[in-house]
Nanobody
Framework: VQLQASGGGLVQAGGSLRLSCVASGRTFSSAGMGWFRQAPGKEREFVATISRNGANTDYAGSAKGRFTISRNNAKNTVYLQMNSLKPEDTAIYYC?????????????????????WGQGTQVTVSS
């Protein structure tokens, strides 16, 4: 399985970015998907997750109301729309896939439940 993340960049505070992650190698619709991030000197943290069927989502408190996770199973792609960006959102953003056989509505914020990880895309928010 390969996960290719893109869409990061440099943006001013208050701006927006849309991250994409394209999966290949297995049936995308059978995977719960998540976004995580890691800032310099900090632990990796959960950002958002979406269930296999796209019906359920969950967000970290820091992302609620500003970020939206979505997926297009026909395009094997998961997205993270990030609005009202803040300097503290600066990090490398990683997409992850959970291919364990679970209910289509299942989603998880736990990094240990994800089997595959993308290479990350850098997001830098200037003040």
């Amino acid at each position: 399985v390969q996960l290719q993340a893109s869409g990061g960049g440099l943006v001013q505070a208050g701006g927006s970015l849309r991250l994409s992650c394209v999966a290949s190698g297995r049936t995308f619709s059978s995977a719960g998907m998540g976004w995580f991030r890691q800032a310099p000197g900090k632990e990796r943290e959960f950002v958002a997750t979406i269930s296999r069927n796209g019906a359920n989502t969950d967000y970290a408190g820091s992302a609620k109301g500003r970020f939206t996770i979505s997926r297009n199973n026909a395009k094997n792609t998961v997205y993270l729309q990030m609005n009202s960006l803040k300097p503290e959102d600066t990090a490398i953003y990683y997409c992850a896939a959970d291919f364990t056989v679970r209910a289509s509505s299942y989603y998880t914020p736990s990094a240990t439940e994800y089997d595959y990880w993308g290479q990350g895309t850098q997001v830098t928010v200037s003040s």
